[in-house]
């Protein structure tokens, strides 16, 4: 059939607030224009992120009932364990209260200053962890990534022959190789299982440990499964197998592709490596059966994994994205392709071309989208990846207004909602201005920062 349906009933409802441009412009004012500070309610259709906003299943709810809130030996961990076990086959796996929790007692334990972390791209908090501990974070996209209009199967790959020549260059600096998938600073791309395979042989061959960031790993492995040849007739669960069979470990945030609000996890196969990791869980995120997480928490997560690689769901999940790309491709709209697992990206660099990096393209795009419709998204530009350790600034290699599709949560018509708001701004797009920053704290600044509008 053509007809795009959700492959799930609805049993509960939330109302959305429908308001006024007068009121969201007053909004925008009130919150500096960082749509990170504006409430909710005051957000028609929600898509600054995919993370922890995903609506649960039936099964999820019962699960939490069965949650066991026992301090040490719950019951809950171990179903917890078992689920990620069964798609990832780490020996060790450490509960963590998100993704970013799991990176923080990572590159604690193997950053440090001098060191240089390389990565397909790191995104912001993978980043900022890597660099609070004084190293640095490289990133070493494939080439193809270079054209957003391209439609490139894996613009998500880790460009082999620059990671071959650091590793030979400067390997002594190198304690891991990160590789996160899909791709969300690009545009939601994934890698191919090939490419992952060989950034492995390379980890290994150079003795350096090779960690996946894993938190969208279903779609990764539905893009692998449609788009790669010989792996079409397998399934997402056994593709998901292979990619983490070749990792020696992975961070994860359990608040994307395992339907969970909440909590992520650090998995290792290294025996010493892990007792460390487990030290410093117990100092700053809680006891290693439930690492600050509720037990009923952990339950929810375990069910979530056992739904995410159903293959009509991430059928339906890509094709929503699909869908929302070939309406703006048709009307001119500029935007990466093709399109990715969790987001549909615009490219504000292009569409805004007289809005120059350093007065944020993609924040105005993003401004505009919502005092347009109420429509939330995030910039993924200069204003997120523009400032450097040393407290310069410089244009980020691409200015993007990422448009995060929550799972489980909006329908068909809300998509054309979307679609019909980017088109109403993409006619007004010449009248668009860029902003100033007026108030920016040192790390992480997209979430707090506040700014003014520029009049020319």
């Given at each position: 059939?053509?007809?795009?349906?959700?492959?799930f009933?609805?049993?509960s409802?939330?109302?959305?607030?429908?308001?006024?441009?007068?009121?969201?412009?007053?909004v925008?004012?009130?919150?500096?224009?960082n749509?990170?500070?504006v409430?909710?309610?005051?957000?028609?259709?929600?898509?600054?992120?995919?993370?922890?906003?995903?609506?649960?299943?039936g099964e999820?709810?019962?699960?939490?009932?069965r949650g066991?809130?026992s301090?040490?030996?719950?019951?809950?961990?171990?179903?917890?364990?078992?689920?990620?076990?069964?798609?990832?086959?780490?020996?060790?796996?450490?509960?963590?209260?998100?993704?970013?929790?799991?990176?923080?007692?990572?590159?604690?334990?193997?950053?440090?200053?001098?060191?240089?972390?390389?990565?397909?791209?790191h995104?912001d908090?993978?980043?900022?962890?890597?660099e609070?501990?004084?190293?640095?974070?490289?990133?070493?996209?494939?080439?193809?990534a270079?054209d957003?209009?391209?439609?490139?199967p894996?613009?998500?790959n880790m460009?082999?022959?620059?990671l071959?020549?650091?590793?030979?260059?400067?390997?002594?600096r190198?304690?891991?190789?990160?590789?996160t998938?899909?791709?969300?600073?690009?545009?939601?791309?994934?890698?191919?299982l090939?490419?992952?395979?060989?950034?492995?042989?390379?980890?290994h061959?150079?003795?350096?440990l090779?960690?996946?960031?894993?938190?969208?790993?279903?779609e990764?492995?539905?893009?692998i499964?449609?788009?790669e040849?010989g792996?079409?007739?397998?399934t997402?669960?056994?593709?998901?197998n292979?990619?983490?069979?070749?990792?020696?470990?992975m961070?994860?945030?359990?608040?994307k592709?395992?339907?969970?609000?909440?909590?992520?996890?650090?998995a290792?196969?290294?025996?010493?490596l892990?007792?460390?990791?487990r030290?410093?869980?117990?100092l700053?995120?809680?006891?290693?059966?439930?690492?600050?997480l509720?037990?009923?928490?952990?339950d929810?997560?375990?069910?979530?994994?056992?739904?995410?690689?159903d293959?009509?769901y991430?059928?339906?999940?890509?094709?929503?994205?699909e869908?929302?790309?070939?309406r703006?491709?048709a009307?001119?709209?500029?935007?990466?392709?093709?399109?990715?697992g969790?987001?549909?990206?615009?490219?504000?660099?292009?569409m805004?071309p007289?809005v120059?990096?350093l007065?944020?393209p993609g924040?105005a795009?993003?401004?505009?989208?919502y005092?347009?419709?109420?429509?939330?998204?995030c910039?993924?530009?200069?204003?997120m990846f523009?400032?450097q350790?040393d407290?310069?600034?410089r244009?980020?290699?691409?200015?993007?207004?990422r448009?995060?599709m929550?799972?489980?949560?909006?329908?068909?018509?809300h998509?054309?909602?979307?679609?019909?708001?980017?088109?109403?701004?993409?006619?007004?797009?010449?009248?668009?201005?860029?902003?100033?920053?007026?108030?920016?704290?040192?790390?992480?600044?997209?979430?707090?920062?506040?700014?003014?509008?520029?009049?020319?």
């Amino acid at each position: 059939m053509r007809t795009i349906i959700e492959p799930f009933r609805i049993k509960s409802v939330e109302p959305i607030r429908m308001t006024t441009r007068a009121e969201r412009q007053a909004v925008l004012t009130s919150a500096g224009y960082n749509l990170f500070r504006v409430r909710a309610e005051d957000v028609i259709i929600d898509l600054l992120t995919d993370s922890g906003v995903a609506a649960m299943s039936g099964e999820q709810w019962a699960a939490l009932m069965r949650g066991d809130e026992s301090y040490a030996g719950s019951a809950s961990f171990e179903r917890f364990d078992a689920a990620v076990k069964r798609l990832m086959p780490f020996k060790h796996v450490i509960p963590t209260h998100q993704g970013r929790a799991a990176e923080a007692i990572l590159f604690a334990l193997v950053g440090g200053g001098g060191k240089i972390i390389p990565s397909n791209t790191h995104f912001d908090t993978t980043r900022a962890n890597i660099e609070a501990t004084g190293a640095e974070a490289v990133d070493l996209i494939c080439a193809e990534a270079g054209d957003a209009s391209s439609d490139a199967p894996f613009k998500g790959n880790m460009d082999l022959e620059r990671l071959a020549a650091l590793l030979e260059a400067d390997g002594a600096r190198v304690p891991c190789i990160m590789m996160t998938i899909t791709n969300n600073a690009g545009g939601g791309q994934p890698a191919s299982l090939g490419n992952i395979k060989r950034v492995a042989a390379l980890a290994h061959r150079y003795g350096k440990l090779f960690i996946i960031d894993g938190c969208r790993f279903a779609e990764n492995a539905w893009f692998i499964k449609q788009r790669e040849e010989g792996q079409r007739d397998r399934t997402v669960v056994e593709i998901v197998n292979d990619i983490f069979a070749c990792a020696d470990g992975m961070t994860m945030s359990a608040k994307k592709d395992a339907f969970a609000n909440i909590g992520g996890w650090l998995a290792l196969n290294d025996d010493a490596l892990a007792e460390e990791a487990r030290t410093r869980l117990i100092l700053t995120e809680g006891f290693p059966t439930y690492g600050g997480l509720a037990g009923r928490d952990l339950d929810a997560i375990a069910q979530g994994l056992s739904e995410i690689v159903d293959e009509d769901y991430l059928r339906y999940r890509v094709r929503v994205n699909e869908y929302v790309l070939e309406r703006l491709i048709a009307e001119g709209v500029p935007v990466v392709r093709p399109a990715g697992g969790h987001a549909v990206f615009l490219d504000a660099g292009v569409m805004l071309p007289h809005v120059p990096p350093l007065h944020y393209p993609g924040q105005a795009l993003a401004v505009a989208l919502y005092e347009e419709g109420g429509v939330r998204g995030c910039e993924i530009g200069t204003v997120m990846f523009g400032r450097q350790p040393d407290g310069s600034e410089r244009p980020a290699r691409r200015e993007l207004v990422r448009l995060a599709m929550p799972r489980r949560v909006y329908t068909q018509s809300h998509a054309d909602y979307v679609v019909e708001t980017i088109l109403a701004v993409h006619q007004r797009r010449s009248e668009l201005r860029g902003l100033r920053i007026v108030r920016q704290p040192r790390a992480l600044r997209h979430f707090t920062a506040a700014f003014s509008p520029l009049l020319s």
